[in-house]
């Protein structure tokens, strides 16, 4: 049963919003087009009124397999846990962080103490209200078990609880992307009492409580998962901030994710309105824009498609002018041309991020980027020592076809220097096996590039893969979190980019931005990967 | 009797125990294991060895390895790294869309087989037993993955009359559970029944040129009657060993069918353990279809106890 209710967006409203939004990329790309306000997108403007009740059904690529935001990075699991569970703070459509479960904050002139005041009015799934001291557990536990609370833990000198609503965390030293860490997933706040004892192997089923616009209905193992309403759910007023931050309205019942593996019936799936939401590959992409009965739009973020040499001394690319040789014998348009898709989900650019994600975006270095000149390339391999006829080794992975497409074609534009180009394809375990106990001159991978600290951003801190990293390197991360200011912050990310570009960690080979396919009768989507709150089914 | 199923026993704990142990020895000399697949491409050194140390993959081989021996004594197969939970827990969510798929496309098979050869044996010479003849190494040619691509796309795409995939149990929503499962049974059943049918097809041409039934034929039994009561019983014997094998190949190997309808059995799960490297989960699976081989062979060869007074007295 389903009834309309007229609490939903403002037409106008979202319409500003985009407008808004698109300001703001235009501003942070220099006169690109804006990639977020897309043709195709249905996006709030002409939607129509929010209707409430139904079940939609998500196709993800595989089961979680746990439901503990904390321990388990996967994409799939991050995706559940935005829907789930709440953290302080949450990242909009350009992951800037604005408060979530937190109503107030303050920052001493020191930048040391962190006072929080939570939100009075925040209940969990299973009726308890928000306190501090689940706050305190679920930071503590962050600290303890994930990636990015890891890494932060050396700075953190304490998190107390100082009243029922009050967390106070105070830093041994200043860090400038705090409150950007706190808003990165596995920051997300569980209740205390269900996460005591649970080690790095994830709570169970039981454990999966929090404060977010749905809890957990039923979850059958490598099948589905469905979500159903959390009725006490307090939405906060901030409207149109889209991606994870301001309010959230729960207008559909339920909604139910099912893990569909292969392409094929991922797409039937949705031809046949088995399911109203999927996420498949690029080459997907060109079919589905021209199919008059679904719609297409390209989400926030991006992945960085990258070519990995190594700098360890087993290999010729220890030789920094042996890695800007290779810089220069890769053919970058060709090959994002020949694998990419369709340049619609292709952005050309070398930043370490996707364009979107504004506070590190930089064009620093994009002159080392678009440089193609194989001769001269040929004439540095020489110089660094590399002759004709000598063999490079590309270890790849076919579980990523795109993976050995790069290899193909680079073992081609190498080919035709003189080089002989051994590729090795494994599955993707095996080939980070090999890379660690092999010797070996090029990978191809991909990352994130919708991060919002410089730590957390694989680029700059791949060091135990490919032995790069350089002092230089660590200052400008120490640096950026000793910033005091957005400016300060910038700058330091112009140099990251800048040196990136020279000592080649990695060489970007483009950004891929990612897309969903949907029902037209999916309403209000905001183009943020998984996120159906605020969206509706229309009858 | 006791003397084949004592012998049977201690076949199957010898078996049971090469399996596992080659299964434990394999998978681990295939570079990479759970903590790279968990940590991913930017893990670091501290992390990994901190993750092993949790999941117990720090210790020498053969310590690794009687650990697990004296938890498979017990019963335990261990816990699975990515499910969280007991691996014989995890076989158990997953075996029952696997074995309905094989259960209902053996049996579907099996009926099949038997009007096709007895229509056969009665009508020899009727054009549809002739078809029937034709087509049927037709049949066991086609690749399941070709059969299963073009029923989706006349079926399900183009008619609408089926879901292009997905599973419902039985038991909680029939209706829907059956409109799932006739694509996926219908690609297994061609496959099979054409399997079966050539097989019973040479056992009863076989069974035919016997001199008794020339005596019942005398007697003034009809063909059909001749073949129901005669032929087919005698004509069984062997297609049992195929139904059987088959059916634990079955239960072990439909990946590909469990894939292309996203289907959440045993093979797609062994496929993502691989994958991820969860060693209790594949050589719990492995142990388990292993079992699976040795018990159904066991029923076979009993069931020809019961049904060959022969054997019975061999």
Redesign the interface.
């Given at each position: 049963m389903r009834t309309r209710l007229n609490k939903g967006r403002p037409p106008a409203t979202g319409l500003v919003a985009v407008a808004a939004a698109g300001a703001l990329l235009l501003s942070a790309c220099g006169g690109d087009q804006p990639s977020s306000a897309n043709p195709d997108g249905d996006g709030s403007v002409d939607a129509g009124e929010p209707v409430v009740g139904g079940n939609l059904t998500v196709a993800i690529p595989?089961d979680p397999?746990?439901l503990d935001a904390a321990v388990n990075?996967t994409q799939v699991a991050v995706h559940l846990a935005n829907t789930l569970y709440e953290k302080l703070f949450d990242v909009d459509e350009d992951n800037q962080a604005h408060p979530m479960l937190v109503d107030d904050y303050t920052i001493s002139d020191d930048r040391l103490t962190y006072t929080f005041t939570l939100r009075d009015d925040v209940t969990f799934h299973d009726g308890h209200p928000l306190t501090a001291e689940d706050v305190v557990a679920s930071l503590e536990r962050w600290q303890e078990f994930n990636?990015t609370g890891q890494m932060i833990a050396p700075d953190i000198e304490s998190i107390e609880a100082v009243d029922e609503l009050t967390v106070e965390l105070t830093l041994n030293t200043p860090r400038y992307p705090l409150i950007d860490e706190l808003a990165s997933p596995g920051s997300e706040i569980f209740r205390a009492e269900l996460i005591e004892d649970v080690?790095?192997?994830?709570f169970?089923q039981e454990g999966a409580v929090g404060t977010g616009p749905y809890q957990l209905k039923s979850w059958?193992?490598?099948?589905e998962i469905v979500l159903e309403r959390f009725d006490e759910y307090k939405s906060r007023s901030e409207e149109d901030l889209g991606g994870l931050a301001g309010a959230k309205h729960a207008y559909l019942d339920t909604i139910t994710f099912?893990?569909?593996?292969?392409q094929?019936?991922l797409i039937?799936?949705l031809?046949?309105d088995?399911w109203q939401h999927i996420m498949p590959t690029p080459d997907h992409y060109e079919q589905l824009k021209n199919d008059p009965n679904v719609v297409v739009s390209t989400l926030s973020g991006g992945d960085l498609n990258v070519i990995v040499p190594n700098h360890d001394e087993s290999s010729i690319f220890s030789d920094k002018q042996a890695r800007h040789a290779l810089n220069l014998a890769i053919d970058k348009q060709a090959i994002n041309a020949a694998t990419g898709g369709s340049p619609e989900i292709v952005e050309e650019h070398g930043a370490f991020v996707s364009k979107d994600n504004v506070d590190f975006y930089s064009t620093e270095g994009s002159e080392v980027y678009e440089a193609y000149d194989p001769e001269k390339a040929k004439q540095m391999f020489t110089e660094a020592g590399l002759e004709e006829g000598d063999t490079l080794r590309i270890v790849t992975s076919n579980?990523f076809p795109q993976f050995n497409q790069w290899a193909v074609l680079l073992q081609d534009q190498l080919g035709e220097l003189g080089y002989n180009v051994q590729i090795d394809p494994?599955?993707?375990?095996?080939?980070?096996?090999?890379l660690?106990?092999e010797e070996w001159d090029i990978t191809t991978?991909f990352?994130n590039g919708f991060l919002n600290s410089p730590q957390q951003m694989?680029p700059l801190?791949?060091g135990?893969?490919n032995s790069s990293g350089s002092p230089e390197m660590d200052q400008l991360l120490a640096d950026y979190n000793a910033a005091t200011s957005e400016e300060e912050a910038k700058a330091v990310v112009d140099e990251m980019q800048a040196l990136v570009w020279e000592e080649l960690p990695v060489i970007v080979l483009s950004s891929a931005k990612p897309w969903a396919a949907y029902s037209p009768k999916l309403k209000g989507y905001d183009d943020y990967w998984r996120v159906f709150w605020n969206s509706w089914l229309e009858e | 009797m006791t003397g084949l199923l004592l012998r049977r026993f201690r076949d199957l704990i010898i078996i049971l125990l090469v399996v596992g142990t080659m299964m434990f020895l394999i998978i681990r000399l295939?570079?990479?294991?759970p903590a790279?697949?968990i940590l991913?491409?930017?893990?670091?050194?501290q992390?990994l060895a901190?993750?092993r140390q949790?999941l117990g993959l720090d210790g020498a081989l053969y310590e690794q390895y009687l650990a697990w021996l004296g938890q498979v004594v017990t019963g335990n197969l261990g816990e699975s790294i990515?499910?969280?939970?007991p691996v014989l827990t995890?076989i158990g969510?997953?075996i029952g869309p696997t074995l309905t798929l094989a259960v209902i496309s053996t049996a579907i098979s099996f009926c099949i087989a038997v009007a096709i050869t007895t229509w056969y044996a009665v009508r020899p010479r009727s054009p549809l037993a002739r078809l029937v003849n034709q087509s049927a190494p037709l049949g066991m040619a086609i690749p399941d993955f070709w059969m299963s691509?073009i029923l989706?796309l006349v079926f399900?795409?183009t008619l609408?009359w089926l879901?292009?995939?997905?599973?419902t149990s039985l038991f909680s929503d029939p209706a829907a559970a059956v409109q799932s499962l006739v694509l996926p049974v219908a690609v297994l059943v061609i496959a099979q029944s054409a399997l079966f049918t050539l097989t019973l097809r040479e056992s009863v041409l076989g069974e035919l040129t016997q001199m008794y039934l020339r005596t019942a034929r005398i007697k003034g039994l009809t063909e059909t009657q001749v073949v129901l009561r005669h032929v087919l019983p005698n004509a069984l014997m062997p297609i049992l060993t195929i139904v059987g094998t088959n059916f634990a190949v079955l239960i072990g190997g439909i990946v590909i069918i469990e894939?292309?309808?996203?289907i959440?059995g045993l093979g797609?799960?062994l496929l993502?353990a691989i994958?991820?490297?969860d060693f209790p989960l594949i050589q719990g699976i492995t142990l388990f279809i292993a079992l699976l081989f040795v018990a159904v062979n066991l029923l076979v060869d009993l069931s020809y106890a019961l049904i060959d007074p022969k054997v019975r007295v061999s």
């Open positions: 595989s397999q746990s990075p990636r080690g790095a192997e994830g169970e059958e193992v490598g099948q099912t893990v569909v593996g292969d094929d019936a039937n799936g031809l046949t088995q579980t494994y599955d993707f375990t095996t080939m980070l096996d090999i660690q106990e991978l990352f694989p801190t791949l135990a893969m | 295939v570079p990479g294991d790279v697949a991913g491409a930017n893990a670091q050194p992390e901190n993750l949790a990515t499910h969280n939970a995890v969510q997953h691509l989706i399900a795409l609408r879901p292009t995939s997905g599973y894939s292309i309808f996203v959440p797609s799960l993502g994958h991820t490297r």
